[in-house]
Nanobody, 126 residues
Framework: QLQLVESGGALVQPGGSLRLSCAVA????????IGWFRQAPGKEREAVSCISRGGITTTYADSVKGRFTISRDNALKTGYLQMNSLKPEDTAVYYCAVRLSFAVTCTFYRNSYDYWGQGTQVTVSS
């Protein structure tokens, strides 16, 4: 059983930056992909980015390409989402998720993920 704990959410002005972290506890291996999703009020949860095991593959939603960077540190069992040039439309609760997988790819299909964190609020506003 894995437990995921997100941190790093905050109130930030447009154009600002934040780095979200996702600590993965209870894993004895690195054979998992990490996904970041977000959910704004009144909207469905949407995929933002994902990274495969070993960081071999990364994928981004069109809305965040060039602004967000996903990474992972297997030694620390932590995933990161660096968010730059933030916009008001980035305001949402951000969730990290883990998919147990040997694949060197990752997916945006949220039902493929086995574990979820509790979410962290990101608010972009002046």
């Amino acid at each position: 059983q894995l437990q995921l704990v997100e941190s790093g959410g905050a109130l930030v002005q447009p154009g600002g930056s934040l780095r979200l972290s996702c600590a993965v506890a209870g894993s004895t291996s690195d054979y998992y992909a990490i996904g970041w999703f977000r959910q704004a009020p009144g909207k469905e949860r949407e995929a933002v980015s994902c990274i495969s095991r070993g960081g071999i593959t990364t994928t981004y939603a069109d809305s965040v390409k060039g602004r967000f960077t996903i990474s992972r540190d297997n030694a620390l069992k932590t995933g990161y989402l660096q968010m730059n040039s933030l916009k008001p439309e980035d305001t949402a609760v951000y969730y990290c998720a883990v998919r147990l997988s040997f694949a060197v790819t990752c997916t945006f299909y949220r039902n493929s993920y086995d574990y979820w964190g509790q979410g962290t609020q990101v608010t972009v506003s002046s």
